[in-house]
């Protein structure tokens, strides 16, 4: 028996599926391309969750706001290359809320952290106190570890397939 690994991208994917012998209504199997292929820019939809936690997937295309979560984050670009630019947070901007990520109201008032440029299979860590911002030239795509919050959108009846 042989297996072979296939990595898709925004211009070449094959909708997943998956296998089971239970009820479908259990799980939750999305593929993460064609959830970015439907969402708008910078747009962070849920594709998994397991409590309070979630995997988001964000299409990056041109610059996003700028983001704060009140815990560390993670994103891993799948496809493409998208550059985060990071500030520290003055204590007036920081996170008030329990979880997940929210918009920076206008531009961050800290210093400047610097920035990482990654392209697909990097990881990057967004950290807790500080704020982000995405950009992308062309359309990218990444799946950012966090918990459910403010921007998190749930889209569970459009990408979850029920046969």
Request: glycine share 6%; proline share 3%.
């Amino acid at each position: 028996m042989s297996f072979v690994t296939k990595v898709g991208s925004l211009k070449s994917y094959e909708k997943g599926s998956i296998e089971l012998n239970d009820d479908l209504r259990h799980y939750a199997f999305s593929n993460i391309f064609e959830v970015a292929n439907n969402s708008q820019p910078y747009e962070r939809v849920m594709v998994a969750s397991n409590l309070e936690y979630a995997a988001e997937v964000v299409r990056a295309e041109g610059t996003s706001a700028w983001y704060t979560a009140p815990h560390d984050e993670f994103a891993i670009v799948m496809d493409g290359e998208i550059e985060f630019t990071f500030f520290q947070l003055a204590d007036t901007q920081k996170a008030t809320h329990a979880c997940g990520a929210m918009k920076v109201a206008g531009e961050p008032q800290g210093k400047r952290m610097g920035r990482v440029r990654a392209r697909r299979g990097h990881e990057v860590l967004l950290p807790k106190g500080a704020a982000y911002q995405l950009s992308a030239a062309n359309a990218s795509v990444c799946l950012i570890q966090t918990c459910a919050g403010p921007e998190s959108v749930e889209r569970w009846s459009k990408i979850c397939v029920l046969d």
